[in-house]
Each structure stands twice: as C-alpha cells, then as structure tokens.
C-alpha cells in the first residue's frame, strides 16, 4: 500500500516511513490536498481503510485476492519504479561512506558526499525529448544524475549511455556544479560498446545482482520479482504493512 501511494503521487517518503494503519490511512488523506488522486488510487484507498475498520464482510478472502488485485492495478509498472525508490535512499544511506567498486563496475571503490541537501524524483529540465532525470541528488557542488532501466532479456546499449551524459550537462549548465556523478541501472547490463563508453565517460552502472547486492549492503532490502502471481505476491509479501 505505501509503495503504491507513494509511486501514484510522487512521494518516496512515504515508502521510506513504516507506517501502517490509521496513521497511514490519514497521511494519504493528507495527501489529497496536495495531489490529484486517480480512480485506482481511490478505490484501494477505500479497500484498505474497510479492511483497517472492519468494513469488510469476509476479511479473511478479501486478503487472499489482494496479490491479483495489486497486479491488476498496474503491478509491473509500479515494480519498475521501486528501483527508483531504492536508488535514492541508497545515496542516503551511504552518504559519507565509501562503497566497493564491484556494485558499480568501475575502476576504483566510490566516495559519497558527506550529506546529499536535496534529492528528488523524475526531475524535468525543460520541456522535450529525454529531459526527464529519474533521481537527482545535489550535495553543494557535487550533483547525482541517476537513471533506471528495468529492462529484462536485452542489456542496454550505448543510447541510454549518450542520454544520460547530455542530462549531466544539462546539469552542469544550469546549477555550474563542479561534480558530477551519473549512475545507471541496467538490469540486465551493458552491451559491450555501452561497457566501453561508461568507462570512458566515468559512468557508474549496476546490474541486477550487482544492485541487490548493494541494498543489502546498505542495509535495504531487495528488489523484489515480477510478473504473473509470482510478482504480484512477492510486492504483498514484501510492501504492506509496516
């Protein structure tokens, strides 16, 4: 439920809070004011706050259909944006600390800023074609341009890359940061010319189970699987409740 707010109304800090219950039931009451909420949001909103209450006349069946239900309501896409979710807390969590290389295939371990002031979600610089950064982390003249291609059975190859580094200067152009770090999940990885091209630009990148492996590390949980019940029931198990 917090993952599905939080993804329908551009809020990660509700993914990253552990609430539950009527506190979370009045946070996205709260939420009403401050964002247009669509039919589906409405409607499991309403679900939930009858389950919460005791609205429901058979509880007990209702929470056996909620994993096709939460795949019916776009599960995959939502999937597709926790990575997103993930990416920025990694750079909260690791600020001031110095990561492995190997989560980030690069040639040297990886030093984050000793306090990031200012990190958000699909960021716009502009109008038009690939201006949209999926998380942007400023921390004084260091700057975090960060992109996530979920993307199974095909590697990413060297558009994606080009993409990514026109966003970086179109940073660089607007805020004159003298750093910047740009950071790619490829979840399935790189074709081998997008391999040469990160390397040549500094371009950070992680793989599935190199990303996995950092959460861990990090003290995150994984992402979890997708697609079919087997999705939708690993998101229930992993994001409801506190």
Not at 108 to 116: A, G
Not at 139 to 145: K, M, S
Request: hydrophobic letters at 40%; aromatic letters at 10%; a positive charge.
């Amino acid at each position: 439920m917090r993952y599905y707010v939080g993804f329908y109304t551009s809020q990660p800090e509700i993914v990253l809070r552990t609430l539950s219950g009527e506190k979370l039931i009045s946070k996205i009451e709260a939420s009403r004011r401050l964002f247009p909420f669509t039919e589906r949001l409405d409607w499991i909103l309403d679900w939930y706050d009858s389950l919460e209450t005791g609205g429901m006349f058979v509880p007990h069946q209702e929470v056996l259909a909620i994993p096709r239900r939460v795949s019916d309501l776009d599960e995959t896409s939502i999937v597709m944006f926790l990575d997103e979710f993930h990416m920025s807390q990694v750079l909260l969590n690791a600020q001031n600390k110095t990561l492995p290389v190997r989560f980030f295939n690069t040639g040297k371990d990886v030093t984050l800023p000793r306090r990031f002031y200012y990190i958000d979600h699909r960021v716009r610089l502009g109008s038009g074609k690939d201006r949209e950064i999926d998380v942007l982390g400023a921390a004084g003249h260091e700057q975090w341009v960060c992109q996530s291609k979920w993307v199974t059975g095909n590697k990413i190859g060297i558009s994606v890359l080009r993409t990514l580094a026109t966003q970086a200067d179109r940073v660089r152009e607007k805020t004159d940061t003298s750093v910047i770090r740009m950071w790619l999940f490829a979840h399935e990885g790189l074709t081998p010319k997008a391999k040469g091209f990160a390397k040549k630009y500094g371009i950070l990148w992680s793989s599935r189970k190199e990303f996995d492996a950092l959460l861990e590390h990090v003290g995150l949980r994984t992402l979890p699987d997708s697609g079919g019940e087997r999705g939708a029931d690993q998101l229930f198990h992993l994001h409801s409740g506190p």
